[in-house]
């Protein structure tokens, strides 16, 4: 009755394309708080940098406007192709939870039928030791 255990996760880690992996990693960096400071710091030292008299982007920063519009683009597509992926493995759990009660019931019930065929043995036990039972002897009798 023992089934081999497999570890689902590392089987379709294996299974990763490049890109997919690529896209996990962009994810899993964006959306993180060291992302956050370090977008921050960049933009802060953009604009001090581009205040000066020799700036390359002067105010309004059209430049820097142009490149977090790209960012943003980058952004939905990544995030995209990570929510698609989030989708496509929590349908394979999904599925993966399903066969795994699939295969429990069907071991429980294997096991009630075990536990009822016991319990209508120890019903006849009980019967035919009852059947075979001594009577006993009541008090102020002797038995002869």
């Not at 009755?1 to 379709?12: D, F, I, L």
């Not at 933009?43 to 105010?59: E, G, H, K, Q, R």
């Not at 990570?82 to 429990?104: H, S, V």
């Not at 019967?127 to 009798?141: F, H, L, Y």
Request: hydrophobic letters at 45%.
């Amino acid at each position: 009755m023992n089934r081999p255990t497999t570890n689902w996760h590392s089987t379709h880690q294996a299974g990763l394309t490049r890109g997919e992996r690529a896209a996990d990693r962009l994810r899993n960096g964006m959306g993180s708080w060291r992302f956050v400071g370090g977008f921050l710091a960049f933009m802060v030292l953009w604009s001090i940098a581009n205040t000066f008299d020799l700036a390359w982007d002067p105010y309004p920063f059209i430049l820097l406007n142009l490149f977090l519009s790209m960012l943003a683009g980058l952004q939905g597509a990544i995030l995209l192709i990570a929510a698609r992926r989030q989708d496509t493995i929590a349908a394979a759990l999904a599925k993966n939870d399903y066969e795994t009660n699939i295969a429990a019931k069907k071991e429980i019930e294997e096991l009630m039928e075990i536990n009822r065929t016991q319990l209508a043995i120890l019903a006849e036990l009980r019967a035919i030791s009852e059947d075979k039972r001594v009577p006993q002897v009541s008090a102020g009798t002797s038995p002869r």
